[in-house]
T-cell receptor, first 114, second 113 residues
Framework: AQSVTQLDSQVPVFEEAPVELRCNYSSSVSVYLFWYVQYPNQGLQLLLKYLSGSTLVKGINGFEAEFNKSQTSFHLRKPSVHISDTAEYFCAVSDRGGADGLTFGKGTHLIIQP | EADIYQTPRYLVIGTGKKITLECSQTMGHDKMYWYQQDPGMELHLIHY???????EKGDLSSESTVSRIRTEHFPLTLESARPSHTSQYLC????????????FGAGTRLSVL
């Protein structure tokens, strides 16, 4: 079984400042890792994914994340945020062998302040 | 970009009514999923399907049922709605095999009075 911990339920950031949203996971097997974004009253949109290879992955809207196997982390970063980045961000994990659903963290609400 | 559609987007209904939440995808994905999401909480898997005539229960126990008669369609049914069923329900789909990338619909927000 896997679990995902998003340490911050809410992160306020000023516009154009950098941001990091933290995600740690636990699993007894190798995993795939994902970040999804949920804008108000919408479904989830895939931001980026780590499948294999380079530990730094780039996604849409200028976001990137780094997989750290030793620390079992997959933190999401953006060097300069915009008002339009205000949303809920979910980290998710899937084991490499199964066909079941994703295991999600509780989400981090990113609040961009002007 | 994935094309997965959920209807209705919002539903307010009285206790005891039977409801069906619709989910359709046009990508030909074999795998489909239903998640339940309470406000401020993570998504929990309640049902999934590997393909036509395949349905499985997820990690979170649910009184809802699902069917998969056609590849593109994965409806969720509650025979008798209760206030405890009030939640957001999200449908997703993905390709069989590979890294389990899932594409989500916009969700149905259900309120049972």
């Amino acid at each position: 079984a896997q679990s995902v911990t998003q340490l911050d339920s809410q992160v306020p950031v000023f516009e154009e400042a950098p941001v990091e949203l933290r995600c740690n996971y636990s699993s007894s097997v190798s995993v795939y890792l994902f970040w999804y974004v949920q804008y108000p009253n919408q479904g989830l949109q895939l931001l980026l994914k780590y499948l294999s290879g380079s530990t730094l992955v780039k996604g849409i809207n200028g976001f990137e994340a780094e997989f750290n196997k030793s620390q079992t982390s997959f933190h999401l970063r953006k060097p300069s945020v915009h008002i339009s980045d205000t949303a809920e961000y979910f980290c998710a994990v899937s084991d490499r062998g199964g066909a079941d659903g994703l295991t999600f963290g509780k989400g981090t609400h990113l609040i961009i302040q002007p | 970009e994935a094309d997965i559609y959920q209807t209705p987007r919002y539903l307010v209904i009285g206790t005891g009514k039977k409801i069906t939440l619709e989910c359709s995808q046009t990508m030909g994905h074999d795998k489909m999923y239903w998640y339940q999401q309470d406000p401020g909480m993570e998504l929990h898997l309640i049902h999934y399907s590997y393909g036509v005539n395949s349905t499985e229960k997820g990690d979170l126990s649910s009184e809802s049922t699902v069917s998969r008669i056609r590849t593109e369609h994965f409806p969720l049914t509650l025979e008798s709605a209760r206030p405890s069923h009030t939640s957001q329900y999200l449908c997703a789909s993905g390709l069989a095999g590979g890294p389990n990338i899932q594409y989500f619909g916009a969700g149905t927000r259900l309120s049972v009075l």
